[in-house]
């Protein structure tokens, strides 16, 4: 085994927490992990983790050397993405997170191409509707829809997405259709909604003839992954928050109805998140330029 790929494993246990996370982040198996972090304790002979039953922790010895590791990994890093841009050979892996429906329907799709253009990148995508924090989990790039709110991260703006609110019909007969904001609220309606372990209280910004408004709806139950929400939309079981693009082919087809057109949501933003650093490796910015350019040409064929 390498030196390198030891602290490689080391950092991961670190940040990730067991063994069997870093394993699956590094692609071994826990036990092949275990021997890593073993032989690393061997040569430095320190013990460089606290085991539990759940989580490992590092002690004393493990916190000094993985604020070094880390220097290590970030330097040998920089130094192949120098290389690979002197020679027009990108290689090493990719770490990329989406939420699900967008990773679902322009993400994934185009991870097999971009591969075909550049054979020697590995890239490993997760798919999560969780607000995932790429420093402390390793991730080099986020295609988000919202706001940048980190300012350790940088963000390249993509499309500005068009938001509607929209229900199936068989909701709106049974419940009837808002004609205000306000009926969101006053009429009970019930509103579908993206919750995720730490999520904020809910609302709805939507913007009316006295500027942007939040509006604090309320619905029977809620889903950490938007596409069950669109799934309940199309069962009639209430009104939905969502980008035009991904709801526009149930639109066409008359199983969702867009309401409260005079006072939709404001748009937001489809952009490419990444640590500062990253940006210099030339593995990033071909992944986002390549991903920029698809997401523009599938969201406007989707729109049409």
Known sequence: MSYLDNVRVFVRVVELG????AGRDQRVTPAVASNRIKELERHLGVRL???TTRKLSPTEHG?????GAVKIIEAVNEAESAIADLSGNPKGSLRITAPLGLGRRLIAPGIPEFHDQYPAIEVRLRLTDRNVDLLSEGVDIAFRLGVLEDSNLRMRGILNCERVLCAAPSYLERR?????PEA???DRHDCLLLRYPGSKEYFWMLQTPRGLRKFEIAGPFDSD???????WA??????VNKPLFEVKQYINEGRLAVILKE?????????????HKRFQDPKVRLMIDFMAERCQQLIGKMLD
């Open 18 to 21: 067991t063994l069997s996370a």
């Open 49 to 51: 983790f606290n085991r």
């Open 63 to 67: 916190h000094v050397f993985y604020q």
């Open 176 to 180: 009837g259709i808002p004609a205000t």
């Open 184 to 186: 969101l609220i006053d």
């Open 225 to 231: 992954d938007g596409d069950v929400l669109t799934e």
């Open 234 to 239: 199309l069962e009639g079981r209430g009104i």
């Open 263 to 275: 006072t939709p949501p404001p748009g937001i933003q489809l952009a490419a998140i990444y640590p």
